[in-house]
């Protein structure tokens, strides 16, 4: 049974305590040369909205978006020793990372709004880059709307991995737009109340499935299971 599952990172793998935000706001002072006069929106959303709004919201011109994603990988990557000493892996991460990682025919990787510097960034700093794929995975500057993403890892796994046309899709996330993604591209879903969003947010949002954390290794391959055999 084949599966590709797609995990969503901040407060769904690690707590990056705020270093996410930081990263936004340092990026964007140098750009401007002035700090931001709110802090950047996340909940789901891909770096390329997040940044955008941030201009939109002082009421700056965006730059072109390659400047833009090269100052975020340069404010993530001067801020990897503050993730790794302030953040942590959440409850469970490890094992089922290592459970999914050994499954013949099962692709792990991420589905996350932050670009693919930053997400390094934030899985290495906890040692979990081994236990994941991240060549197929999708990113904040692959598109700007969370469910786009999905289309884009599943692509990448067919061409990276021989992953068949048509094999089943997870999600694992915290946010109802991981939700959102996943009903909107006919994907599975299992929402992690790990986050700010409560588990009564997350089932009101559509997710049959929601957990407190991942901590729960033989529930969680059980629920995998289930959408394998589909």
Request: proline share 4%; no cysteine.
């Amino acid at each position: 049974m084949e599966l590709i599952v797609l995990w969503d990172i901040d407060h769904t793998l690690i707590d990056n305590s705020e270093v996410s935000k930081e990263i936004y706001a340092a990026a964007f002072a140098s750009l401007t040369g002035a700090a931001p006069t709110r802090p950047a929106r996340t909940g789901g959303r891909t770096d390329r909205l997040i940044m955008r709004d941030m201009f939109v919201l002082d009421g700056l011109p965006e730059p072109e978006w390659a400047v833009v994603e090269a100052a975020l990988a340069r404010a993530g990557e001067e801020r990897f020793e503050d993730l790794r000493r302030r953040g942590t892996a959440l409850p469970g991460v490890r094992a089922i990372l290592k459970a999914v990682s050994v499954r013949s025919g099962w692709v792990s990787s991420v589905l996350t709004g932050n670009i693919a510097a930053n997400a390094h960034v934030k899985v290495s700093a906890f040692g979990l880059d081994a236990l994941l794929d991240l060549a197929v995975g999708a990113y904040g500057a692959d598109a700007l709307q969370r469910p786009d993403l999905v289309t884009v890892a599943r692509e990448r796994a067919q061409r990276l991995q021989g992953v068949r046309e048509g094999v089943p899709v997870v999600l694992v996330g915290d946010t109802p737009r991981d939700v959102e993604a996943a009903l909107a591209t006919g994907s599975g879903i299992i929402a992690v109340a790990s986050g700010i969003h409560t588990a009564e947010e997350l089932a009101a949002a559509g997710a049959s499935e929601v957990l407190p954390d991942l901590s729960d290794t033989a529930r969680l391959l059980q629920l995998l299971e289930t959408y394998a055999a589909r």
